[in-house]
T-cell receptor
Framework: NAGVTQTPKFQVLKTGQSMTLQCAQD?????MSWYRQDPGMGLRLIHY???????DQGEVPNGYNVSRSTTEDFPLRLLSAAPSQTSVYFC????????????FGNGTRLTVT | GDSVTQMEGPVTLSEEAFLTINCTYT??????LFWYVQYPGEGLQLLLK?????DKGSNKGFEATYRKETTSFHLEKGSVQVSDSAVYFC????????????FGKGTRLHILP
């Protein structure tokens, strides 16, 4: 039972560098999402997808891109890293029904210097 | 728009004390309500949920009742343990806006032995 797998666990970037945070789930969930968690801010939705080929913006999408070419994978791309993107990033998935709970990965801690 | 408000922490209690973490919400539709728990270094995991008015969710000794008249979903536990130390998040999923799950800012709970 892998659930939601995120890689890497930790990453340090310099300002201006780009990278991709990987997320994969093996539960055949249609809905996937990315959140960032910052102290005192709770969880903020970056992007989400309701199925392969469909993505949409959340609350804080600027500076991030996503794609959903398969049901299983939902990578998050940082185009040009900034110190303000220092955060812990969580990928989550769930079944299509709004009653279904989210399943979270263990997070990626990103530091941008 | 939809929102979730939960009591600010940190909350510090002695072992075997009674716990209440308040959560209130606003929603345009008829939401499902969730409590998630985050242990140090991990992602969030579902603690309990309720999908309609007067439903009581329960798990691991925790309970919360969906109160439509007061728009509340307070988390309670009769006797807390040191192992309950974690961050607790209240969340809602609105059937009219099922693409975005709204989280409260989280309440850190610290239990003293």
């Amino acid at each position: 039972n892998a659930g939601v797998t995120q890689t890497p666990k930790f990453q340090v970037l310099k300002t201006g560098q780009s990278m991709t945070l990987q997320c994969a789930q093996d539960m055949n969930h249609e809905y996937m999402s990315w959140y960032r968690q910052d102290p005192g801010m709770g969880l903020r939705l970056i992007h989400y997808s309701v199925g392969a080929g469909i993505t949409d913006q959340g609350e804080v999408p600027n500076g991030y891109n996503v794609s959903r070419s398969t049901t299983e994978d939902f990578p998050l791309r940082l185009l040009s890293a900034a110190p303000s993107q220092t955060s812990v990033y969580f990928c989550a998935s769930r079944e299509s029904s709004y009653n279904s709970p989210l399943h979270f990965g263990n997070g990626t801690r990103l530091t941008v210097t | 728009g939809d929102s979730v408000t939960q009591m600010e922490g940190p909350v510090t209690l002695s072992e075997e004390a009674f716990l209440t973490i308040n959560c209130t919400y606003t929603a345009t539709g008829y939401p499902s309500l969730f409590w998630y728990v985050q242990y140090p270094g991990e992602g969030l995991q579902l603690l309990l949920k309720a999908t309609k008015a007067d439903d009581k969710g329960s798990n691991k000794g925790f309970e919360a009742t969906y109160r439509k008249e007061t728009t509340s979903f307070h988390l309670e536990k009769g006797s807390v343990q040191v192992s309950d130390s974690a961050v607790y998040f209240c969340a809602l999923s609105d059937m009219n806006r099922d693409d975005k799950i709204i989280f409260g800012k989280g309440t850190r709970l610290h239990i003293l032995p």
